[in-house]
């Protein structure tokens, strides 16, 4: 994968196929001591210890459609590239958590890719979901949750194209805001 938009839309589709009904994409740029962190964490049905130990080896997956999962290896790989941990860990019944952190001004460090693009098509496509992205550079915060956004379009609905202009205008000022154009 090219950019770190796409790992992040990879395992937030993991969160998805979880059953997950909440799911957090929680950012943290620390430029003055050299740390990038994404953290997803979701209340999907979670995994046990020997899944979770599993999770790294491109060639096992949970899923029947196909024979490998590379979303969680490509992850890690991104991150040791760039000198950075990556962790995982999960209980059943309990949801899954993920930390990738990365060495922020590291050569090998994956672009942003487009985060608002990646955003809206979590948004968009499953709507049931409740969404928090929060995104912090030094002190600009910019945060984002569907569940308020659903309370205040009420009967509209969050994928009506108002609320999704909506949407991706809140989207593209706040990702701005904290330095990420797209």
Not at 36 to 46: A, F, M, P, T, Y
């Amino acid at each position: 994968m090219e950019d770190l938009s796409l790992h992040i839309l990879d395992i937030v589709e993991n969160s998805i196929a979880a059953q997950a009904k909440r799911i957090e994409i929680i950012v943290q740029e620390e430029v003055e001591r050299g740390l990038l962190s994404i953290e997803i964490k979701d209340d999907g049905v979670g995994m046990a210890q020997e899944a979770v130990e599993k999770t790294l080896d491109p060639f096992f997956t949970s899923r029947t459609t196909r024979r490998v999962g590379l979303g969680i290896p490509l992850f890690a790989q991104a991150t040791q590239e760039s000198q950075g941990t990556f962790h995982i860990e999960s209980q059943p019944g309990k949801g899954t958590r993920v930390l990738a952190t990365f060495q922020y001004s590291h050569i090998d460090r994956k672009p942003w890719g487009k985060m608002v693009d990646t955003l809206l098509t979590l948004i968009i496509g499953n709507p049931q979901i409740d969404f928090f992205y929060s995104h912090q550079r030094g002190e600009i915060e910019y945060s984002f949750a569907t569940k308020k956004i659903k309370a205040e379009w009420g009967e509209e609905g969050i994928t009506s194209l108002k609320a999704l202009h909506f949407i991706q205008k809140d989207l593209e000022e706040g990702l701005k805001k904290v330095g990420i154009e797209g």
